[in-house]
């Protein structure tokens, strides 16, 4: 019984891995969405070494990107188009709160389309 009490401790206790921005892996990816694309190109450029860090950012340009674009978009839209926006909006909000939760949880979450879209975009930069 010792032993499991021991090993819950151990885990517990485990050092979340630093990224080079010197904050927590878990925190970084976090504030990548945190002020939505604005702080995934801070936190994309910063980030030198850790990939969990540099995929939420990457992530988060995409995604508020495209939500924006769509929102501008759909506001052409006669009768329907300030619905649409509004849903789109709501959309970004819940999204918003779920990734900083998940990145927090130090999960590596991966959105259909906009996640592969973004790790393409790593997998490019990283060759260059």
Not at 24 to 30: C, F, K, W, Y
Not at 31 to 50: H, P, Q, R
Not at 63 to 89: C, E, H, N, Q, T
Request: aromatic share 10%; glycine share 8%.
């Amino acid at each position: 019984m010792d032993e499991k009490k021991q090993e819950i401790e151990s885990s517990s206790n485990e050092v979340p891995e630093k990224s080079s921005t010197g904050l927590d892996e878990n925190i970084a990816g976090l504030l990548c969405y945190l002020g939505t694309f604005v702080t995934g190109i801070i936190f994309f450029f910063l980030e030198k070494k850790s990939s969990f860090v540099k995929f939420h950012a990457m992530q988060s340009i995409v995604l508020y990107l495209m939500l924006g674009i769509l929102r501008v978009g759909v506001g052409y839209v006669p009768f329907v188009g300030w619905i649409l926006k509004a849903v789109i909006s709501l959309i970004g909000l819940v999204l918003w709160i779920l990734l900083m939760i998940k990145a927090y949880q130090h999960e590596r979450t991966r959105l259909p389309i906009v996640g592969e879209i973004a790790e393409n975009l790593l997998e490019k930069n990283s060759r260059n």
